[in-house]
């Protein structure tokens, strides 16, 4: 594998499901990322992660809950979602200073479909 | 408060010609732009960056132009192919903040061309 991978890629859950999002970098990227992209608006960041610690996060709801057990793997817990949730969401990873640079490497983003 | 935005949602281009994808960005600190195109079904794929310093910067049938009196960003593509239809967003980060790289997306240009 290759870049940032993310699973699935698609699904469809109810709103009392709990399901996990997993990313992975093989970039060997101490930086990671999780986005909302939804239909006609900018692409949100919500949460980041620097070597493994959490550096920031947009106040998302609660019912998102991310973790980052090491440097390559992050994960997007859901829990009791609503329909306005369903998006697509975008891991990214990048290189922190010191001798790292702005650009982000995005996964190929997990369809999610709430019902 | 911060915002990236497009001046235009889409634009349609006839296959040969040149494509311009504009940008208008808020924070004049910010000292480094990025050039993301996204694929149906796929995750944002780097193109082209800029540093403030800079006010042009070319790569392979892609430019990038930069007016930071205006705060403007442009994107030129030349003699566009049916491959670069996607949706184009440009970035900026602003000044490193908590030893973390931050990317601020603008809304997406939609680029379509005709065969």
């Known amino acids: 594998e290759t870049g940032v991978t993310q699973t699935p890629r698609h699904l469809v859950m109810g709103m009392t499901n709990k399901k996990s999002l997993k990313c992975e970098q093989h970039?060997?990227?101490?930086?990671m990322y999780w986005y909302k992209q939804s239909a006609k608006k900018p692409l949100e960041l919500m949460f980041v992660?620097?070597?493994?610690?959490?550096?920031e996060n947009n106040s998302v709801p609660s019912r998102f809950s991310p973790e980052c057990p090491n440097s390559s793997h992050l994960f997007l817990h859901l829990h009791t979602l609503q329909p306005e949730d369903s998006a697509l969401y975008l891991c990214?990873?990048?290189?922190?200073?010191?001798?790292?640079?702005?650009?982000?490497?995005f996964g190929p983003g997990t369809r999610l479909t709430v019902t | 408060g911060e915002s990236v935005g497009l001046h235009l949602p889409t634009l349609s281009v006839q296959e040969g010609d040149n494509s311009i994808i504009n940008c208008a960005y808020s924070n004049s600190a910010s000292d480094y732009f990025i050039w993301y195109k996204q694929e149906s079904g796929k995750g944002p794929q780097f193109i082209i960056d800029?540093?403030?310093?800079?006010d042009k910067r070319q790569g392979q049938r892609v430019t990038v132009l930069l007016n930071k009196t205006v705060k403007h960003l442009s994107l030129q593509i030349a003699a566009t192919q049916p491959g670069d239809s996607a949706v184009y967003f440009c970035a900026e980060s602003p000044p490193l903040m908590d030893s973390s790289y931050k990317l601020i997306f603008g809304s997406g240009t939609r680029l379509l061309v005709r065969p």
């Open positions: 990214a990873s990048s290189q922190d200073p010191p001798g790292g640079s702005y650009e982000q490497y």
């Open positions: 970039l060997g990227h101490n930086a």
């Open positions: 992660y620097s070597l493994e610690e959490r550096v």
């Open positions: 800029i540093r403030s310093n800079m």
